[in-house]
Each structure stands twice: as C-alpha cells, then as structure tokens.
C-alpha cells in the first residue's frame, strides 16, 4: 500500500464528509417548522415574540444559510458540534452516551450472525439441490421477509410477555434486556448473509482449481477449508463491513421497539424535537463510520488477496 493510495483515499473521504454534511445542514435549513419552538415550548404558557427572537439570535438561527453553515463547519473542525436544543448539552456529549448501547447490541448481534449465517451457508452450498439446501434457503426467505419491528413485537410477546423469560421494557444496558434486540437484528442479518455465502461458497465450488483439487484426490472437507473458505471470504468482507457499519449507525426501529439507549433512538428523537444539531452530529458520525469502515475492508483486500498487494506495491 503506497503513500499515493493513503492520499487519495483521504482527499475522497474529505470531499465525502464535505458533501454529506452541506447536505444534511441544507436539509434542515430547509425542513418546515422552527426550532425554537419546540424549545422554548412549555404547555399552555404563551411566549412573547421578543422571547422568541431573542432565542434565535442566540442559537444563530437569524443568520443567512452560508453564515449558518460555516459557523457550524468550524465547530465541528475544532472538535465541537455545537449544544443539543432538547438535552442541553454538547451534542458530542450526548453522542457518547448514546454509543456504549449501540456497541454492545451490533457487537452482540455481528457474533449471532456469524455463528447462525457463517454454517449455514456453507451447509446450504455444500448439499446444493437437496433437503438442506432447501430447508435453509426457505427459512431465509421467510426471514428476509418478515419486517423487522414485527420480528421483535413477536420475540417480545413470546419470550418476554407469555414465558417471562426476558425484560419487555426499560432503556438499561444489561445482558437480559440485550438478548431480544441482538436476536431480531440476528435474524434479519443472518437470513441475508447466509444467502450471499451460499452463494461465494458456490461459485468457488465451479472453479478450475476445485475441479483440478479433486482429480488429484483431495477430500471435499480439505479442498472447502483450505482453498474455497478463503478465497470466498474476500466478497464476504465486502458485506459484512457494510453490515457493521448498519449496525454500528444505529438501527432504530429496533432500538424503538425494545426501548434501547443507541444511536436510532437517539436519531429519532432528534427528529420529533427538531433538535438539528444533534441531527446533523449523527449523520457526520455515520458518514465517519461508514468511510472508515470501507477504507478497513480495502486495506484488508490488498493483504487477503495477493494479486490486489502485488498492484498496490507496484
């Protein structure tokens, strides 16, 4: 890996974050309604005109867009995203809070899907066109079809409110009420990802070097862990980095359905109260991740797979 790869890649990751956020800031100067007065909005009290001027010259709602977004852009260049309007706080702050509970649920719930997707494909591929094989794709059809609050509203009902095996409610971070959402997020992930390992496994099955492995007598388990498994996981990393980034951005349905303290919550909740610093802090977290987790799996390529280090030396 040269210094002229390194390079471009952060000049594209720059350009990248510079794009995302003109976005995200343009959309929320355009969105209807006006901050303020979900701030300063306190029941039935009336508040003066002069109250709510005053609010705005204090946020800097009152200056023209370029002024606004500029102010905003140095901020975040000097490690300040500005105050969240609902909590009060710095919206980096409340981020923070927010990112232990997501951690821990994509952390859980990468290793579920690995553990059910990882076999099962690989089983699905190997017994192609018989029972298995059928067996397996049927169940990851009903899975990838099954919308995903559904999938948790069931797990709820079943394991939490008939067999009181698991919590129903509450926004703590603990091992019991984390067991539910991993397990939704798990079978959605896992019904995808079996499939597209079925189908890497296959397609490295119908290779010349397999065919040539078995005409020198090989055994099936030899030549499918020594030379298809890892020539198969290269499509594979592209995915599951994809998959990470998913899950480390917060999947709020999820997080809504079982009262998780992350990061689609928090997201959602930036929204209902307009709270547009806290907004756009989200979305330049998710913008990061994703960039950084692309830049990993393209650094992981060119170790994996020879032909890609041998170019990137050249």
Known sequence: MTAKFLLTRLGQMLLTLLGVTFLTFSLTFLAPGDPVDAILETGDTIVSQETIEQT????????????????????VLHGDMGKSYSAKIPVVDKLAQALPGTLV??????????????????????????????LIR???????????????????????LKLGLFPIAGGEVTPDRMVLPALTIAILLSSKYTRQVRTAILE??????????????LSTQRILWRHVLPNACLPLITLLGLAVGWLLGGVAVIEIVFSWPGMGRLAVRAIEMRDYPLLEGFVLWIAVLYMLVNFIVDISYTYLDPRLKKGAKA
Not at 148 to 160: A, T
């Open 105 to 134: 649920l994509a952390g859980t719930a990468l290793v579920m899907m690995l553990v059910i997707s990882v076999p099962c494909g690989i089983l699905a591929a190997v017994y192609r066109n018989r029972w298995p094989d059928y």
């Open 204 to 217: 490295e099955l119908g290779q010349d070097y397999v065919v040539g492995a078995r005409a020198r007598g």
């Open 56 to 75: 705005r010259h204090e946020l800097g709602l009152d200056l023209p867009f370029h002024e606004q977004y500029i102010r905003w852009l140095n901020g």
């Open 138 to 160: 049927g169940i990851t059809f009903l899975g990838v079809s099954m919308p995903s609050f559904w999938v948790g509203l069931i797990l709820l009902f079943v394991f939490g």
